[in-house]
Nanobody
Framework: VQLVESGGGLVQAGGSLRLSCTTS????????IGWFRQDPGKEREGVSC????????SYGDFVKGRFTISGDNAKNTVYLQMNSLKPEDTAVYFC??????????????????WGQGTQVTVSS
C-alpha cells in the first residue's frame, strides 16, 4: 500500500495549488481518501475527504468553499484544488486512506495508511 503526494510548493496569498495523491496497492472502491495538514507543534488537522463508493465528500470548517476534492479512479489519484490560499494554510499536507470510510469524520485516527506529505507555503 502506498500513497504519494505531489503538487506542493510556494505560492503568494490569494494564489492556487493543486495537490495530487497517487495511490497503489489498494482500490479507491473500498477506501475513502482524506487530506490532512500539519504545522510544526500543532495537531494534524483534517482538510477534506472523498469516498467515491459512498458518493460523499466532506471539508473542514476552515475551508469555506476555497478547496475542492475530486478523484480519478482510472488513475488511482485524488486531487485537492486549493484556491484563495492564505498564509495560515501553510503546512505539510498529507493524504491518507480509510478502509470502508464514508467521510463522516476527518479524524486522523480513522485512517490506516499515510503518505509522506508535501509542503505548502503561502507567503503574505
Amino acid at each position: 500500500v502506498q500513497l504519494v503526494e505531489s503538487g506542493g510548493g510556494l505560492v503568494q496569498a490569494g494564489g492556487s495549488l493543486r495537490l495530487s495523491c497517487t495511490t497503489s496497492g489498494f482500490t479507491m472502491d473500498t477506501h475513502a481518501i482524506g487530506w490532512f495538514r500539519q504545522d510544526p507543534g500543532k495537531e494534524r488537522e483534517g482538510v477534506s475527504c472523498i469516498s467515491r463508493f459512498r458518493g460523499r465528500t466532506s471539508y473542514g470548517d476552515f475551508v469555506k468553499g476555497r478547496f475542492t476534492i475530486s478523484g480519478d479512479n482510472a488513475k488511482n489519484t485524488v486531487y485537492l484544488q486549493m484556491n484563495s490560499l492564505k498564509p495560515e494554510d501553510t503546512a505539510v499536507y498529507f493524504c491518507a486512506a480509510d478502509y470502508g470510510g464514508d467521510c463522516s469524520s476527518l479524524r486522523a485516527s480513522f485512517y490506516e495508511y499515510w503518505g509522506q506529505g508535501t509542503q505548502v507555503t503561502v507567503s503574505s
